[in-house]
């Protein structure tokens, strides 16, 4: 039985019958070249990309066509723009520039500087925009001069004529300052500038300087008519200036040295 299946079988083959049921012309797994292809490509697509990332990261980190050349500062009028200007790092790149940094270390450097805002210009400029404390009252001590704020605080000392349109106060007792120390209240502030501006109308007298002593509650205000006028901060100014008023028009042939306001409702003279 055996020998006639394979002579049977051994038949069919030789009439070509075998071929048609070779396995191996249905086998799938070696059609493998497409594959390798398709995978050389993607890996291609990969390089490419990365080297375009490296690419646009050179443009825009490394060459020369984003570090700062142009520094812009507007709003300044006590600060040197150069000084301002010279915060800014040499060669810097203008996208990786750390602009709330730059902005804190101007404010400390620079005690007047109330605000400041700092706007990248792409792709090589900056500018730098400075909002100054107000310069209220020059403050003097210890023979030195210093801008003081509306809010009472030292702005940075000053030098010769400037500021001379502003009152001066003299601290008699001379103590030390340190730039940005607040020396004064707000409302000392707008005392003695409310007294300067509305003296000279209200009696006929030009100021010309503020004196303290032991606090700033008693402040003398020394006039060019040779007498000086004593005041309390802590009352209104207005008020004050209303009761000189009337002194003078009715005692001023008799008052050589002073008039002390300090007091509400009476007036001292000498």
Not at 158 to 186: C, Y
Not at 245 to 254: A, H
């Amino acid at each position: 039985m055996v020998i006639r299946r394979n002579k049977d079988y051994s038949r069919l083959k030789s009439k070509g019958f075998g071929q048609f049921r070779n396995p191996s012309l249905y086998n799938p797994a070696k059609k493998k070249k497409p594959d390798r292809l398709r995978f050389s490509f993607a890996f291609f697509k990969f390089i490419l990309f990365i080297l375009v990332l490296i690419a646009i990261a050179w443009y825009l980190f490394i060459s020369s066509k984003f570090i700062v050349k142009d520094v812009i500062v507007e709003g300044t009028n006590l600060l040197s723009k150069d000084q301002i200007a010279a915060m800014i790092p040499k060669n810097q790149n203008i996208l990786l520039l750390d602009t709330k940094d730059v902005s804190n270390k101007i404010s400390i450097k620079f005690p007047e500087v109330a605000d400041v805002q700092i706007f990248r210009g792409l792709p090589d400029a900056i500018k730098i925009v400075i909002l100054e404390k107000e310069g209220s009252i020059v403050w003097q001590s210890g023979g030195f001069k210093y801008l003081v704020s509306t809010q009472g605080e030292v702005a940075r000392q000053i030098v010769g004529e400037e500021g001379a349109n502003l009152p001066i106060v003299i601290d008699k007792r001379n103590l030390p300052i340190v730039e940005g120390q607040r020396i004064v209240s707000a409302n000392f502030i707008v005392f003695v500038k409310n007294i300067y501006a509305n003296f000279a109308t209200e009696t006929n007298i030009k100021p010309a300087y503020f004196e303290i002593d032991e606090t700033t509650f008693d402040v003398n205000l020394y006039t060019d008519a040779g007498i000086y006028i004593k005041l309390n901060s802590l009352r209104s100014s207005n008020k004050q200036l209303e009761n000189l008023k009337k002194v003078l028009v009715e005692k001023r042939p008799d008052i050589h040295e002073y008039v002390d306001l300090r007091i509400d409702g009476w007036a001292y003279y000498k």
